[in-house]
């Protein structure tokens, strides 16, 4: 499994990538973010767990 964190500052363009993947196998979405740095942010604190 695949684990995926999304970086996008549009909402809605986030939230329709994120339906296309979780309807494919072996992909799962872990996190959403806005930007870039709080993609960054958010790995880095969630690094233990993957």
């Not at 909402?11 to 072996?26: D, M, N, S, T, Y």
């Amino acid at each position: 499994m695949y684990k995926i964190v999304l970086a996008e500052d549009h909402v809605l363009v986030r939230e329709g990538i994120k339906k296309i993947i979780e309807a494919l196998p072996g992909l799962q979405v872990v996190g959403e973010v806005g930007d870039g740095p709080n993609c960054w942010n958010f790995s880095e604190a969630w690094r233990w767990i993957w």
